[in-house]
């Protein structure tokens, strides 16, 4: 509602058109991964730029601000949680971590389900809510990282059904 009050309806149909073709242009898929939509999508190629200036993920992730940081001397050290980084990048992979594991109202079933079981079995490993969160950030930039390299569609995975145990 804030966005018709500051541009009229038929400004915001034409920027949807303008984005959905610029998307159609570049052969990005972003869009084809739940949780994404065109905003968030337009969004990650705005921060993001050429993604061929990243050799592999890892790279991305630390633009980011997603990979630890080693801080230590004399031997001794730990990994820390990096403060620097793009900040308007890493707030979107935050967004997309939170949307993943996301249970609706009235629904038991999660937004999805694959991202929803390893962030359960993060927190049963001992990690906090918010380090099992950054696991899933780390894994979402890989697999945006391919769908913008790769210019291929996003399929969901099929998870094997668990067998119960007698």
Excluded: W
Excluded at 20 to 46: H, Y
Excluded at 123 to 143: F, P, S, Y
């Amino acid at each position: 509602m804030v966005r018709h009050i500051l541009f009229g309806k038929q400004e915001i149909g034409k920027v949807e058109r303008e984005l959905k073709e610029l998307m159609s242009l570049l052969e990005f898929q972003l869009d084809s991964m739940p949780g994404i939509e065109l905003v968030t999508a337009s969004a990650l190629i705005a921060e993001i730029g050429d993604v061929r200036r990243f050799p592999n993920a890892n790279k991305l992730a630390r633009f980011a601000g997603i990979a630890p940081v080693y801080f230590g001397s004399g031997g001794k050290g730990k990994m820390h949680k990096s403060k620097r980084g793009n900040r308007a990048l890493h707030a979107l992979f935050y967004n997309l971590a939170v949307q993943q594991v996301q249970v609706a109202k009235g629904s038991k079933l999660p937004r999805n389900s694959v991202f929803y079981e390893y962030y359960q079995r993060k927190q049963e490993e001992g990690k906090t809510k918010g380090q099992a969160l950054v696991c899933i950030m780390r894994r979402l930039v890989n697999i945006i990282y391919g769908l913008m390299k790769y210019k291929t569609a996003y399929e969901l995975p099929i998870i094997p059904e668990k067998e119960e145990v007698l």
